[in-house]
């Protein structure tokens, strides 16, 4: 089992950026991708970015390619996102994702999540 705990949310204007950590519990942090996922109010819970278990692989939404970035540093048991050249639409909360089986864009297909931290872009 693994607890996750995202912060680094806040509020930034458009065109700034912030940096959400992820800090899982537990020491088999390495076995598992990480994902980040949003959800923005009347919204579905929508993929973000995910990295495999070593961090060689990573992927975006089309959405978020080229401004945000994916990490992880297994060594502090942390998953990060960066997030550049913010939009009001990416206006959401945050939530990361531990999947012990691969790395996946479904949110059914993650096992772990954490409770959140809200993200607002103003215009």
């Known amino acids: 089992q693994v607890q996750l705990v995202e912060s680094g949310g806040g509020l930034v204007q458009a065109g700034g950026s912030l940096r959400l950590s992820c800090a899982a519990s537990?020491?088999?942090?390495?076995?598992?991708?990480m994902g980040w996922f949003r959800q923005a109010p009347r919204k579905e819970r929508e993929f973000v970015a995910r990295?495999?278990?070593?961090?060689?692989?990573?992927y975006y939404a089309d959405s978020v390619k080229g401004r945000f970035t994916i990490s992880r540093d297994n060594a502090k048991n942390t998953v990060y996102l960066q997030m550049n050249s913010l939009k009001p639409e990416d206006t959401a909360v945050y939530y990361c994702?531990?999947?012990?089986?691969?790395?996946?864009?479904?949110?059914?297909?993650?096992?772990?999540w954490g409770q959140g931290t809200q993200v607002t872009v103003s215009s």
């Open positions: 994702a531990a999947d012990i089986v691969t790395a996946s864009s479904r949110p059914d297909d993650y096992d772990y």
């Open positions: 990295i495999s278990r070593s961090g060689g692989r990573t």
């Open positions: 537990g020491r088999t942090f390495s076995s598992y991708a």
